[in-house]
């Protein structure tokens, strides 16, 4: 492979920038739509009568195992709610996961298979949702006070138990796993580890390329199960430098701990978000006389609207919070490596690849970006260069490519994952 060992220098594609900017606004414009069938839907069933005729419709299913407690009721209610939801927002899902990332050429995926994952992701979700909706109207007829604080204490525990099973019980569900193979790399990232006096439990590969042609890599799972993931779409094209300070990043929110950071954080929001409920709730029920008793089934699109809101509300707040912890990484990842050109050519192949855009609009970013932007991170390279006056020490930056790969001109199709490195 001729390659120089020197600089090669990698620059953000104008074009694929044209293509990732279309994407970004249909993509936005899609969900702007989603959010506001949601909307509508929940206006609908609250204010048409819809709702009642629903509520009635489930009566027969009386059976109280507790006083105040209707769990077959509930259910039934949220079934439909939730299935009808999700036949009317199907196709704009299908056109938004499927039509436009083929045509972006960022999914690799079959039509079989998509609406497999459809449909793994739709009986998983409403398996856990229906457990929590239950635990709620449960809670909510025995202990109509303190309910939301027990609620809250329950989904913290989940949340934990369910990121130490994610990694070897949901996500083995939609993409194949394998140990990093032994090799110059392992040996870094065991290298970067050490010098960090932490340990990694284990380095996988993720199937990526299955489903899509953009890169990722990750820190998954807690206590035995947390390791660092590193998908396939990445090995291949990028040189052991670069997979370095990726690796160095991933490193980064382990040694931070920031799984148990947004674990945390989540909670938080989930607590206050649970007491908004409580608060909306008895204000129905006690004040306005709308339902017969908290626990009634029939509040359950009012406690979605409560939870709609609520979440649109915090939305930029745990972006922002997760913006800074990403911050945090990448200055982690340039600590440990002091390899900023590396770093800065990692994050342009990712841009490229991935079809990011590299400058979202301040709104944009504020709102929906759990990442820095792109030009952020490099620009957060460039300072840290000027701050440590790396410039000189750059040129010693072995970027031999990795021998088996291409990693020169990076082929410009793109990906389904608009982020870059997790
Ligand atoms: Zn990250």
């Not at 199937?207 to 890169?215: I, P, Q, R, Y």
């Not at 931070?256 to 909306?280: C, E, M, P």
């Amino acid at each position: 492979m001729e390659i120089d060992a020197g600089q090669q220098h990698i620059e953000i594609d104008a074009e694929r920038q044209q293509k990732a900017k279309e994407y970004a606004r249909k993509r936005r414009r899609l969900s702007i739509v989603e959010m506001a069938i949601a909307a509508i839907g929940i206006f609908f069933v609250l204010f048409s009568g819809f709702g009642i005729w629903l509520r009635d419709l489930v009566q027969p299913l009386n059976w109280q195992p507790l006083p105040g407690w209707f769990p077959w009721q509930v259910l039934v209610y949220f079934l439909i709610l939730m299935l009808g939801y999700q036949v009317i927002t199907t196709p704009l899902g299908f056109y938004s996961g499927f039509v436009l990332s083929h045509r972006y050429g960022l999914s690799t995926q079959t039509l079989a298979g998509w609406l497999a994952d459809l449909f793994k992701g739709l009986v998983l979700s409403l398996i856990l949702e229906a457990f929590v909706i239950e635990l709620i109207y449960l809670l909510l007829a025995t202990q109509p006070q303190t309910w939301w604080l027990w609620v809250a204490l329950v989904l913290l525990f989940f949340s934990v138990v369910m990121a130490n099973l994610a990694p070897v019980l949901i996500l083995p569900l939609f993409y194949k796993f394998t140990p990093l193979p032994e090799g110059e790399l392992t040996q870094r990232l065991i290298a970067l580890a050490q010098r960090a006096n932490t340990r990694v439990r284990g380095v996988f590969t993720m199937h990526l390329s299955s489903k899509t042609t953009a890169a990722n890599a990750a820190v998954m799972g807690l206590g035995n199960t947390r390791r660092i993931v590193l998908g396939d779409t990445m090995l291949d094209r990028y040189t052991p430098d670069e997979i370095e300070v990726v690796l160095a990043h991933e490193l980064g929110h382990h040694v931070h701990r920031d799984i148990w950071k947004l674990i945390i954080s989540q909670s938080l929001l989930t607590f206050a978000g649970l007491y908004l409920i409580n608060v909306g709730l008895h204000w129905a029920v006690e004040t306005q006389h709308y339902y017969a008793s908290l626990a009634d089934a029939g509040t359950l699109p009012f406690v979605f609207l409560l939870t709609a809101i609520f979440g649109l509300i915090v939305m930029p707040i745990g972006n922002g919070y997760s913006r800074l912890l990403e911050d945090q990484a990448d200055e982690y990842a340039l600590q440990a490596t002091r390899k900023v050109e590396a770093f800065k050519r990692a994050m342009t192949r990712l841009a490229n690849q991935n079809l990011a855009e590299v400058e979202p609009s301040a709104l944009v970013e504020f709102l929906f970006h759990s990442h820095p932007s792109v030009r952020k991170r490099l620009k957060h390279a460039d300072e840290f260069a000027a701050r440590y006056d790396l410039k000189a020490s750059i040129s010693e930056e072995s970027s031999a490519p990795a021998s088996s790969t291409e990693p020169a001109g990076m082929p410009s199709n793109g990906s389904s994952t608009p982020d870059t490195a997790h």
